[in-house]
């Protein structure tokens, strides 16, 4: 008899096999419809991307002009004796228009200023 029970200790218990195989089956599953998506990130990356490396150009050319102006503000800033007002009309010009308030204080777009060639234009058109 006790040989019988020892055989019957030696036998697998199968309900924790069982058990064990679905866990198993299941991290599968789950790392399965992981990978599933993989291909679909992967492309909305890759879209988003494309899209990033078609402004990068413009991006550059416009730090670059940015640059540029700020190298030459401060050269006159540096160069010239220029009053505190000419400087903010010549930061003005560069910026386009600015607001100001009037008595009301209500805002009111001030237009930038025409630049030399602009002038000389008008005063051309307006003597033919």
Do not use: C, F
């Not at 992967?42 to 190298?71: F, Y």
């Amino acid at each position: 008899m006790t040989s019988r029970m020892d055989w019957k200790e030696l036998e697998p218990d199968n309900s924790k096999i069982s058990q064990d195989l679905r866990e198993i089956q299941k991290t599968v599953q789950d790392y399965g419809h992981r990978l599933v998506h993989i291909p679909m990130k992967i492309e909305n990356l890759s879209q988003k991307i494309d899209e990033i490396l078609k402004i990068l150009p413009d991006l550059q050319k416009g730090l670059t002009d940015l640059k540029t102006e700020v190298a030459y503000l401060k050269k006159n800033q540096r160069d010239s004796s220029e009053t505190s007002k000419s400087r903010q009309e010549l930061i003005r010009d560069t910026l386009g228009t600015v607001p100001l308030l009037h008595q009301k204080e209500k805002a009111m777009e001030v237009p930038k200023p025409k630049t030399r060639d602009e002038r000389i234009r008008e005063v051309i058109n307006a003597i033919k």
